[in-house]
């Protein structure tokens, strides 16, 4: 599936004349922040609002032998001990919605714990004191287990397996245990080049430390739904994830966000929320679960750890002819992000420049640290820190300006990329431009004409003969018989001009989660007539049948069977040359399915929701 950009797709809504910096702009929420009208979800009162907190590990990996809760569960105030069992459907992974990784995390572990905090049992109490007392009552016997933290010991044979579902503490991406990008070939322009430069880059994980801690409130709605407040980035991602994991319709979710109080990536995971629904399910009062700062540093998700090697071929003008990679992305224990993160920062090499020889290996490792997430261009922030910092390299390596190597190098409007895309809408020469003004940095004559729009030509536009390797397949790295991370000289050759493979969506892995015209109220007039068994041809006085909505299904995926063959379309008579308009058909009027049988004598209205919030 092809990607747009919005410049195309909004081409009459852009200004591209942007001149925003130093003016005073108001933010559209500032108002209710500063007089302190502004609801969070913790403002929600409900009335008998239970409180939740977990017994978590204290070890980084380690066997559960056996867990003893009977002096917790005879302590005043505890109302309910959540164990594993208790979880409809104890295993997820973040991305499995749209398809993408195994699921590999438990909601509460029950066998293994693989992460310092990670979470074991959950305890339901009247009071927050008392579910914290009973927790703390909790008797767990470890069997604790060898662990590794860092990426290339974890990858290195020999290192203890983190994570069952990647038994080689890598992410599987295809048939290789990381992400490859080829783009002709580097060992012949390294032999080449005037300069080698060589460095490595890495940066420590990175918490976000919201002031508003992760959350949410859920209660027990009328119709056999539930109400979720929550401080989520991602509501929908929040909402089809509980679903999954209590195994529940996501229509008796109801669930309400809006104001995030700081979140900056860490609140996408969607732990809270499943959890709290599960209180409200198992004990049919609201539950409400949130964690203290404690927690929210110890077991709320981080940017992971990220390291890079960079090597750059480079000649005595400054430009760079060869540019080969080596990153490792520390995704803690389970995946939820970390494998989008390592996509993404492979598809952002090799950075804004124009390279026509490109090598990249990125690893997405599984160590016994806490799970790592998004956090402000996850994939991104990092790789450009990497490449930014390796170009002042660079530039006092070949003794060039480090503004001028940047605008000799950038990309120009019709580049290939290493991706094989063309690059356009480029803008990093005229950025340098104006940064150099603003810093009083001299430029030369020749620099301050340069154009993102003129400096492309055939030999930046051609896609060329591309080096190919098969090192580091699934398995052969534990196993001794691929030593080396950094790209392989290539074994094969690509021809020259052999653009990418086309990307195929892939279908979601609930079918609760499937838009259908349907599910999302759409009455199809078609299929409300009263012969929807045969197909009437179309009257000559009546306007043709409305075309089917093509992404009503999903779409097949790559390797499953052919479908049956599809005869040849029959030709329809000819219309008539001036048809009078016909009035169109009309839905019959809408009656539910079943009758409201469960709660209330206001439906839509919870009995527990007491009106007032905190203020």
């Known amino acids: 599936m092809s990607i747009e950009f919005r410049k195309d797709l909004f081409a009459n809504e852009r200004d591209d004349n942007l001149n925003e910096i130093g003016k005073p702009k108001l933010r559209q929420d500032i108002e209710g922040h500063v007089r302190g009208r502004t609801a969070f979800y913790d403002d929600h009162l409900f009335d008998g ?146 300069h080698i430069v060589e460095a490595e880059y890495e940066m420590s994980p990175i918490e976000q430390a919201p002031i508003e801690t992760c959350g949410a409130i859920a209660a027990p709605e009328t119709a056999d739904r539930f109400v979720c407040h929550t401080g989520t980035q991602a509501l929908f991602f929040s909402l089809g ?180 895309r063309v690059a356009k809408n480029c803008a990093l020469v005229e950025s340098c431009q104006v940064a150099a003004q603003k810093a009083g940095w001299g430029l030369s004559a020749e620099d301050g004409a340069a154009s993102s729009l003129t400096g492309s030509d055939a030999a930046r536009q051609a896609i060329p003969e591309t080096a190919l390797d098969e090192e580091g397949k699934i398995g052969e790295r534990p196993a001794g018989r691929t030593p080396a991370t950094a790209p392989a000289p290539g074994t094969k050759r690509l021809p020259a001009g052999t653009h990418g493979r086309s990307h195929v969506a892939v279908p979601v892995q609930r079918p609760d989660m499937q838009i259908s015209p349907e599910r999302i109220g759409h009455h199809d007039p078609a299929a409300t007539g009263a012969s929807p068994q045969a197909p009437v041809p179309p009257a000559p006085s009546r306007p043709a049948p409305p075309v089917p909505n093509a992404t009503a299904a999903p779409p097949p995926r790559a390797d499953a069977p052919s479908a049956a063959p599809v005869p040849p379309a029959v030709p329809s008579p000819p219309a008539a040359a001036t048809p009078p308009p016909a009035a169109e058909p009309q839905p019959p009027a809408y009656a539910p399915e079943k009758p409201f049988d469960r709660g209330l004598k206001r439906p839509g209205a919870s009995r527990f929701i007491s009106g007032s919030r905190r203020r």
């Open 49 to 194: 609002l239970l409180h939740m907190r977990c017994v978590r590990s204290p070890h980084h990996h380690a066997r559960i032998r056996a867990v003893d809760t009977a002096a917790a569960e005879r302590m005043n105030g505890v109302v309910r001990v959540v164990r594993p069992s208790d979880v409809p459907h104890n295993l997820n992974t973040l991305l499995s919605l749209i398809g993408f990784g195994k699921d590999d995390e438990q909601m509460l572990s029950d066998q293994v714990v693989r992460y310092r905090g990670e979470p074991v049992l959950a305890i339901i109490a009247t009071t927050e004191a008392a579910a914290r007392a009973a927790c703390a009552a909790v008797r767990v016997d470890w069997d604790v287990q060898p662990h590794v933290l860092d990426v290339e010991e974890a990858i290195a044979p020999g290192a203890p397996s983190v994570n069952p579902a990647y038994p080689n503490n890598t992410f599987e991406y295809g048939p290789y245990d990381h992400v490859k990008l080829r783009f002709g070939d580097v060992q012949p322009a390294f032999a080449q080049a005037d």
């Open 241 to 420: 994830t509980t679903a999954k994991l209590l195994n529940m319709n996501s229509s008796r979710l109801h669930f309400i966000g809006g104001t995030v109080g700081g979140g900056f990536g860490g609140k996408v995971d969607s732990i809270t929320e499943p959890m709290a629904v599960l209180g409200a399910m198992l004990t049919g009062k609201p539950v409400k679960f949130q964690w203290d700062r404690e927690e929210e540093m110890q077991v709320g998700a981080p940017r992971g750890a990220e390291r890079w090697r960079i090597k750059d071929g480079v000649m005595a003008d400054g430009t760079i002819i060869a540019r080969q990679f080596t990153g490792f992305f520390d995704a803690g224990a389970y995946t939820r992000l970390s494998s989008y993160a390592g996509t993404k920062g492979t598809g952002h090499l090799p950075g804004p420049y124009s390279i026509p020889n490109v090598a990249a290996n990125t690893f997405c490792v599984y160590t016994n640290r806490t799970p790592a997430t998004a956090m402000r261009g996850f994939g991104i922030t990092g790789v450009d820190f990497a490449i930014e910092c390796h170009m002042d390299r660079v530039a006092e390596a070949a003794g060039i300006d480090p503004v001028s190597l940047r605008i000799k190098n950038a990309y120009s409007d019709g580049d290939m990329k290493a991706h094989r």
